[in-house]
């Protein structure tokens, strides 16, 4: 089976400095790579996503692709505590199962300390 | 965010009683999925729907049935629960079977 592996952490950062959490992937088919967010006790919703190899980057976030290596990550520029969350990462599979067609990571918690 | 909602959003039953969630949409997408997350183990996909009565099994498939009678609707069915089906369960939809997916508020279940 595919698989998405993230640290799991938690990964603690001072305030306004640069979070960095990375991912890997499995798949090498794999071509669309999400970045979701998860506050405590809620939903994830998308950050960004990122298919083309190199840097996108979006106000604090950015996401860097390198498909050779398999590996995606997603930086955090000025963190601030409100960007304490649980980061999930999710690659798009190629396989012939239904539960490969989006392959989510386990998240990495991350803390920003004030 | 996108039109979705849960019910109910916390359920509290017992072990051996059937169990039915509900997700429905406003946005006309195509896919809904039904994970269930659980610590350590990140999200799962149980069921996922790419149309009116078709529906196809996940990762985590047994225990659970579901039924997509209406395109806005998703109903996630527990035979007869058991306490490893203790979770929390999002609902997701998306336009295309690799697009981003869009998560409900979630319902939290206690199997007791």
């Known amino acids: 089976q595919k698989e998405v592996e993230q640290n799991s952490g938690p990964l603690s950062v001072p305030e306004g400095a640069i979070a960095s959490l990375n991912c890997t992937y499995s798949d090498r088919g794999s071509q669309s790579f999400f970045w979701y967010r998860q506050y405590s006790g809620k939903s994830p919703e998308l950050i960004m996503f990122i298919y083309s190899n190199g840097d996108k980057e979006d106000g604090r976030f950015t996401a860097q692709l390198n498909k050779a290596s398999q590996y995606v990550s997603l930086l955090i520029r000025d963190s601030q505590p409100s960007d304490s969350a649980t980061y999930l990462c999710a690659a798009e599979g190629q396989g012939e199962t239904s539960y490969d067609k989006v392959i989510f990571g386990p998240g990495t918690s991350l803390s920003v300390i004030p | 965010d996108a039109g979705i909602t849960q019910s109910p959003r916390h359920k509290v039953t017992e072990t051996g009683t059937p169990v039915t969630l509900r997700c429905h949409q406003t946005e006309n997408h195509r896919y809904m999925y039904w994970y269930r997350q659980d610590p350590g183990h990140g999200l799962r996909l149980i069921h996922y729907?790419?149309?009116?009565?078709?529906?196809d099994k996940g990762e985590v498939s047994d225990g659970y049935s579901v039924s997509r009678s209406k395109t806005e609707d998703f109903l996630l069915t527990l035979e007869s629960a058991t306490s490893s089906q203790t979770s929390v369960y999002f609902c997701?939809?998306?336009?295309?079977?690799?697009?981003?997916?869009?998560f409900g508020p979630g319902t939290r279940l206690l199997v007791l």
């Open positions: 997701a939809i998306s336009s295309g079977i690799q697009e981003t997916q869009y």
């Open positions: 729907s790419y149309g009116v009565k078709d529906t």
